[in-house]
């Protein structure tokens, strides 16, 4: 009964932080990160009794109005770490707190905050992922979860087995770590790293130092440089809902169309494709700024990647510079 008290009061503040503004919010979650020391095989490492404590990073993205000078639409949200604690209600494992324009440097697009929950063993039901929960403030929305990642705990305090081996005793490829260096690559097909993404998960799609790919909640993908500087685009804003990297490299911007009884893809975007399907492509964004497919690669024991395949599309920001070709790779 205590513990039921302490769930409903936790969660009456996140909803009554919420409603502290009543101006539209306009912006959106880009990245949500366990931080690595924290993992074991890509679950989140728990003392099997007690109170564990983990750090994770939180990527917000906020909308400009205009660009010189900036000024930027509201931007106010209150998140937290949660769980289920059933199927209908949520268990939050760190104070919610809110962000606003305030939060973000100055002339940012993006801010990235580190945050600390403590989880205590008896939080977590089996098999109930850890998720991101948020709310937009002043549009009087229930709990929303970040769409584009979620974390299953290990109660082991060791390795997880595998509960669905590779069937391919000798895949051509060795699992992509999530550490901040590989954020620079995107493996079409690979496990454990996504070449799938919804605008509705709007996130950052990889990263290297002042350079940032995003795939936006208005279905844009675009290229950043410094937080603020657009490089490349898509040129798709408003047109798609999913950003799509397939086995052979071809890079798809799409939109799903569904009513009852129907859905179909309708392709609104695509990039150039690889035509050696017996090769393994591979994206990069590179250190010099400019985001490159090529067409074969290798990682080594240590997790090393080496490309040695010829280029079959990029940006051309190469120096960090404006691309002179729009929507095109």
């Given at each position: 009964m205590t513990k039921f008290i302490k769930v409903i009061v936790i969660l009456s503040?996140?909803?009554?932080?919420?409603?502290?503004?009543?101006?539209?919010?306009?912006?959106?979650i880009a990245g949500f990160e366990i931080l690595p020391e924290y993992l074991v095989d890509g679950r989140i490492k728990l003392s099997p009794s007690g109170t564990t404590v983990i750090k994770y990073n939180v990527t917000f993205a906020r909308e400009s109005i205009t660009n010189n000078?900036?000024?930027?639409k509201t931007f106010d949200m209150t998140v937290a770490l949660t769980t289920a604690e059933n199927s209908v209600g949520l268990v939050?494992?760190?104070?919610?707190?809110?962000?606003?324009?305030?939060?973000?440097?100055?002339?940012?697009?993006?801010?990235?905050?580190?945050?600390?929950?403590?989880?205590?063993?008896?939080?977590?039901?089996?098999?109930?992922?850890?998720?991101?929960?948020?709310?937009?403030?002043g549009d009087y929305s229930r709990i929303l979860g970040y769409a584009g990642k979620s974390y299953l705990t290990d109660l082991t305090g060791g390795p997880n087995p595998n509960p669905n081996p590779n069937p391919n005793p000798n895949p051509p490829v060795k699992?992509?770590?999530?550490?901040?260096?590989?954020?620079?690559?995107?493996?079409?097909?690979?496990?454990?790293?996504?070449?799938?993404?919804t605008s509705e998960g709007a996130r950052i799609v990889a990263k290297n130092g002042p350079y940032i790919?995003?795939?936006?909640?208005?279905?844009?993908?675009?290229?950043?440089?410094?937080?603020?500087?657009?490089?490349?685009?898509?040129?798709?804003?408003?047109k798609a809902t999913n950003l799509?990297?397939?086995?052979?490299?071809?890079?798809?911007?799409?939109?799903?169309?569904?009513?009852?009884?129907?859905?179909?893809?309708q392709?609104?975007?695509?990039?150039?494709?690889?035509?050696?399907?017996?090769?393994h492509p591979i994206w990069v964004l590179q250190d010099d700024g400019n985001f490159v497919g090529y067409n074969d690669y290798s990682i080594d024991a240590e997790g090393k990647v080496s490309i040695f395949g010829s280029v079959f599309g990029s940006t051309d920001t190469q120096g960090g510079?404006?691309?002179n070709r729009y929507a095109t790779l």
């Open positions: 503040f996140f909803i009554l932080h919420s409603f502290v503004s009543k101006a539209q919010h306009a912006g959106t000078p900036f000024t930027w939050l494992l760190n104070a919610p707190e809110k962000i606003t324009n305030d939060n973000f440097p100055v002339n940012m697009v993006f801010y990235t905050k580190e945050f600390t929950a403590s989880i205590s063993t008896s939080q977590i039901k089996s098999n109930n992922p850890l998720i991101l929960g948020y709310i937009l403030n699992p992509l770590a999530e550490t901040e260096f590989n954020l620079r690559y995107i493996i079409p097909g690979q496990v454990g790293r996504t070449d799938y993404y790919l995003y795939f936006q909640d208005d279905g844009n993908l675009v290229l950043y440089k410094n937080g603020n500087t657009v490089l490349w685009t898509s040129d798709t804003n408003g799509r990297f397939e086995r052979n490299g071809t890079v798809n911007i799409n939109k799903i169309i569904s009513s009852p009884g129907y859905l179909s893809v392709n609104v975007w695509g990039g150039p494709k690889n035509e050696v399907p017996r090769n510079k404006r691309s």
